[in-house]
C-alpha cells in the first residue's frame, strides 16, 4: 500500500559545485516529487559529524564528514507517495559504478564518495535528518 511520506534530499558538493542542482531538482520534479523545502548551505564539520553518527564506527566515516562539510550543499524535503524508496531507486547505488542506467549517481557520480546526492533510508531516519535541517 502507498503512503504519502518526506523524505530528506542533500546535493552535496560535488554536484552543487559543478552546478549540477537546478538539473537534479529537475528530475525530482519529473519523477513527481514535490520540493516542499530547500536551502542551500554549508555546514560545518562538527555538523557532518552529527548528522552522519550513524555511520560513526565505519572506517569511512571521516572522509564522509570532511567531504559533506568541503562546500555548499542544497539540503530538499522532497515529498509524494512512496517519496523514501522512489528516492533511492532515483539516487542508485552508493557506487556510481554499481548504479543502474539512468539514476543521478550514474549520471553525474564521480565515486563513492563524491557520488553528487544523500537520500534517507528508512522512516525514522527521514524525520531526524528533515529535523536537522529544517528544525531551528
Same mark, same amino acid.
Given at each position: 500500500? /502507498?503512503?504519502?511520506?518526506?523524505?530528506? /534530499?542533500?546535493?552535496?558538493?560535488?554536484?552543487?559545485?559543478?552546478?549540477?542542482?537546478?538539473?537534479?531538482?529537475?528530475? =525530482?520534479? %519529473?519523477?513527481?516529487?514535490?520540493?516542499?523545502?530547500?536551502?542551500?548551505? !554549508?555546514?560545518?564539520?562538527?555538523?557532518?559529524? !552529527? =548528522?552522519?553518527?550513524? @555511520?560513526?564506527?565505519?572506517? =569511512?566515516?571521516?572522509?564522509?564528514?570532511?567531504?559533506?562539510?568541503?562546500?555548499?550543499?542544497?539540503?530538499?524535503? %522532497?515529498?509524494?507517495?512512496?517519496?523514501?524508496?522512489?528516492?533511492? &531507486?532515483?539516487?542508485?547505488?552508493?557506487?556510481?559504478?554499481?548504479?543502474?542506467?539512468?539514476?543521478?549517481?550514474?549520471?553525474?557520480? %564521480? /565515486?563513492?564518495?563524491?557520488?553528487?546526492? @544523500?537520500?534517507?533510508? /528508512?522512516?525514522?531516519?527521514?524525520?531526524?535528518?528533515?529535523?536537522?535541517?529544517? !528544525? &531551528?
Amino acid at each position: 500500500m /502507498s503512503k504519502y511520506e518526506q523524505t530528506l /534530499s542533500i546535493i552535496k558538493p560535488d554536484a552543487v559545485e559543478r552546478n549540477l542542482s537546478d538539473e537534479i531538482k529537475q528530475i =525530482f520534479i %519529473l519523477k513527481g516529487f514535490k520540493i516542499a523545502e530547500e536551502k542551500k548551505l !554549508k555546514i560545518t564539520k562538527n555538523e557532518a559529524e !552529527k =548528522f552522519y553518527q550513524v @555511520h560513526q564506527t565505519k572506517p =569511512f566515516y571521516n572522509d564522509l564528514c570532511n567531504y559533506l562539510s568541503s562546500g555548499p550543499i542544497v539540503a530538499m524535503i %522532497l515529498e509524494k507517495e512512496n517519496a523514501i524508496i522512489d528516492n533511492r &531507486n532515483i539516487m542508485g547505488a552508493t557506487n556510481p559504478k554499481d548504479a543502474a542506467e539512468g539514476t543521478i549517481r550514474k549520471k553525474f557520480g %564521480l /565515486s563513492i564518495d563524491k557520488n553528487s546526492v @544523500h537520500g534517507s533510508d /528508512s522512516a525514522e531516519n527521514a524525520k531526524i535528518e528533515i529535523d536537522f535541517f529544517f !528544525k &531551528n
